[in-house]
């Protein structure tokens, strides 16, 4: 049984808006905060967004920041993306991770991946 298990993504127009979902295993997921990363072809994966354990602390990357939304929903062991007015800029395999407490920027310091979904937007 993988650990993360993402939906969403997909192929969008530039000013579109999609949902990611990422529904973790763990039956102590609310002692864990999220994360949302992205890699684009060529490139490093980088930290767009996080959410405390708690939910109620969200950081978030400033290419991002009033267009993406993280949330969670604990008692379905879910945590989401909402990504509005696309870009194509945007477009990468986007990844939810997991991590014990506190959350982090660094990609290093997250234990469980999910396996990633493709979002791709068409200018």
């Known amino acids: 049984q993988l650990p993360l298990v993402q939906s969403g993504g997909g192929l969008v127009q530039t000013g579109g808006s999609l949902n990611l979902s990422c529904v973790s295993s763990?039956?102590?997921?609310?002692?864990?905060?999220m994360g949302w990363f992205r890699q684009a072809p060529g490139k490093e994966r980088e930290f767009v967004a996080s959410?405390?354990?708690?939910?109620?602390?969200?950081d978030y990357a400033d290419s991002v920041k009033g267009r993406f939304t993280i949330s969670r929903d604990n008692a379905k062991n879910t945590v989401y993306l909402q990504i509005n007015n696309l870009r194509p800029e945007d477009t990468a395999v986007y990844y939810c991770?997991?991590?014990?407490?506190?959350?982090?920027?660094?990609?290093?310091?997250?234990?469980?991946w999910g396996q990633g979904t493709q979002v791709t937007v068409s200018s």
């Open positions: 991770a997991e991590k014990y407490y506190r959350p982090s920027y660094s990609k290093e310091d997250y234990d469980y």
């Open positions: 763990k039956p102590t997921f609310s002692s864990y905060s």
């Open positions: 959410i405390m354990w708690s939910g109620t602390s969200t």
